[in-house]
């Protein structure tokens, strides 16, 4: 009997061990679905950008700045001209516009970017940074630098190894999914609509 709650106990403690994307991982293999390192990989990589983002919204936070903010801030900034139109902007930080218009929005109102006129296309609008906003990248920039944009764990190496493999995966085309109905926004990846 008492050798029965033992074995209970191990693998309660070996559960417990388990890292959370291994334990998914084996829950996909269980169901006949086995995703290997890919899906670990591609678990992990999600997990970790939610990580950066946390850690950079809580040091950038001083600086009336979340992360993807000081991008688009930063961005502008090293343009040539300070300005850039809103659907290059999305092209570049490769998010939806959906989520530049609502970024550029919330910095407008702390008067960090301007909305102008496109002075050659009526139809397109750009974003100026302001001199406030690129003072709030100055002053937030040594925070991140002091953060190691949430990297720390890694040596220069491994986070140079990193990049690369990430590079191999961005520059490798990808069609959309069968059915596709357009690009998504992140709210849309986390809330899919119902077909």
């Known amino acids: 009997m008492s050798h029965g709650s033992s074995s209970q106990e191990r693998a309660i403690a070996d559960e417990s061990d388990l890292d959370p994307i291994q334990e998914i991982t084996a829950k996909w293999r269980e169901h006949g679905w086995d995703g290997g390192a890919r899906l670990a990989a591609s678990i992990s990589i999600l997990r970790v ?6 850690q950079a919204s809580k040091v950038l936070r001083d600086h009336e700045l979340t992360y993807p903010r000081h991008e688009l801030l930063a961005l ?5 001209y300070g300005q850039m139109p809103m659907g290059r902007i999305s092209e570049r930080l490769m998010v939806h516009p959906t989520s530049v218009t609502g970024t550029v929005a919330g910095l407008e109102k702390l008067g960090f ?15 100026r940074i302001t001199e406030r906003g690129r003072a709030a990248v100055r002053d937030s920039a040594p925070a991140l630098l002091r953060n190691r944009f949430g990297l720390g764990a890694l040596s220069d190496a491994e986070a140079e190894l990193l990049f690369d493999l990430l590079k191999k995966v961005r520059d490798t085309p ?4 069968e059915g596709d109905r357009g690009a998504l926004s992140e709210e849309d990846y986390w809330e899919m609509p119902e077909a």
Do not use: Q
């Open 49 to 54: 950008e939610a990580m950066i983002r946390e």
């Open 76 to 80: 502008l900034m090293f343009s040539r």
């Open 113 to 127: 970017v301007e909305r102008v006129p496109h002075p050659r296309d009526r139809r397109a609008t750009l974003a």
């Open 174 to 177: 990808a069609g959309p999914p």
